[in-house]
């Protein structure tokens, strides 16, 4: 899930909720609203781009959520990416309601005006703000607009396989010495499985050395600034240990199979790692000279479409209450985290203690990085980036020209 081309490998992070539980003995951390005004029930339609797992967990709680209010929620597929479809369909009049996914389409959507896309809920929703962490708080939130409602973060850190690696690396160079051990690609075998060309998940790396591909105060581009050359210089290690084709699937499916000891990516990938790779462990991201990589970290959220601000209240209740009741339902988080590997930003269970091992490591490595720019601007970041780490990773092109071409595409873009 997350909101740009450079984030397709998390489409559809909602958790596998097992068996859901009712989350409804009123210590869920809600008001115990059920999300209607005055018995009046409604319907609304959410967009959802989720796994089949996901999709079959997000469906249990739907009718959960149903049973207990009366509300309707039409569950639907947007048939295309979420973003383009959104784009077609919400000026037809035919959107959805509510969306799922990460933060960064809030700035972006927000300044839309004719016609708008995202609705203010901040005089619809009940549940303080004060329930979720103050970057989640703040990623629902832009110019003082309410646009929706937080459920968890997530970021990439690195997997291995303790069948293969003994102890995790704690530096660049000890990861290095450890895939050079695997390392075979004439035979299959790889040193790591990376989609190490998606700005999303190499951007620890390059920010590592304290520059930003995007600075959100200041809307300086600092793709091409010595810091974040510094970095390509890490990503770059990284990217001779990989099979040949950076995509996805060809990444994570070399590591899945057992043919590399080392992946990075997100939580969105934990449940299915877990199923293939019997001794699984995740941890934080590898040093660069003693700096922690400064990765972009994203908040799930349920969207607040601007197609409420012409609905009915009562569908404007079913849209803000089901987030309020999904969002502050301590058990439903819990399992989220449990089942998932999601980053609970609930603040009752962050601090709760009850994580696992593997929640606490993307946990950490939040901690390290930074949340993605929201900001309009920085969707004219993406495209330029993930084309100049084809070029690098590709042999195209070297990474300095790269960068520098690309912060010159996006310069010309704003």
């Not at 900001?375 to 495209?383: F, G, I, K, L, Y």
């Amino acid at each position: 899930m997350g909101g740009t081309t450079a984030l397709a490998g998390l489409a559809g992070c909602i958790s596998t909720g097992g068996d859901g539980g009712d989350g409804s003995d009123g210590g869920d951390g809600s008001d115990g609203s059920d999300g209607s005004d005055g018995g009046t029930t409604g319907s609304a339609r959410l967009w959802t781009d989720l796994t089949d797992a996901e999709d079959e967990a997000i469906t249990d709680y739907i009718d959960q959520y149903e049973s207990e209010t009366g509300n309707t929620i039409n569950k639907e597929a947007p048939g295309g990416e979420l973003d383009q479809q959104l784009e077609t369909a919400i000026p037809a009049g035919d959107g959805p309601d509510s969306w799922i996914w990460a933060h960064d389409w809030v700035g972006r959507f927000a300044v839309r005006e004719d016609p708008p896309f995202l609705y203010d809920a901040s005089d619809d929703v009940d549940v303080s703000l004060d329930s979720y962490t103050e970057t989640a708080q703040r990623a629902a939130q832009f110019d003082g607009g309410l646009y929706g409602l937080p459920f968890a973060s997530e970021t990439a850190a690195l997997y291995y396989n303790a069948d293969m690696v003994d102890e995790p690396p704690e530096t660049l160079e000890e990861m290095v010495a450890l895939m050079e051990e695997h390392h075979d690609p004439e035979n299959g075998q790889y040193g790591l499985s990376f989609p190490g060309v998606d700005p999303y998940q190499a951007s620890g790396f390059i920010q590592a050395y304290g520059g930003d591909l995007f600075d959100e105060g200041t809307l300086e581009v600092g793709v091409d600034s010595d810091a974040c050359k510094q970095g390509m210089d890490a990503l770059e290690t990284l990217y001779e240990y990989m099979p040949a084709d950076p995509g996805y699937e060809s990444q994570i499916v070399a590591f899945s199979d057992g043919l590399a000891p080392f992946a990075i990516n997100g939580p969105w990938a934990l449940s299915n790692l877990q199923d293939d790779v019997d001794n699984l462990g995740v941890t934080t991201l590898p040093t660069v000279d003693g700096n922690h990589p400064r990765s972009y970290s994203g908040i799930q959220l349920f969207y607040f479409s601007s197609m409420l601000a012409d609905a009915d209240q009562s569908t404007v209740d079913a849209a803000t209450g089901l987030a309020e009741w999904y969002t502050t339902n301590e058990e439903i988080i819990q399992t989220n985290a449990a089942e998932q590997g999601y980053i609970p930003v609930l603040t009752d269970v962050v601090g709760n203690g009850d994580l696992s091992s593997e929640v606490q490591a993307f946990a950490q490595q939040v901690e390290h990085g930074v949340p993605m720019p929201s900001h309009p601007d920085m969707n004219s970041v993406w495209t330029p980036v993930t084309e100049a780490l084809e070029r690098v990773f590709n042999g195209e092109q070297d990474s300095d020209a790269a960068l520098d071409q690309a912060a010159s595409e996006i310069r010309e873009a704003l």
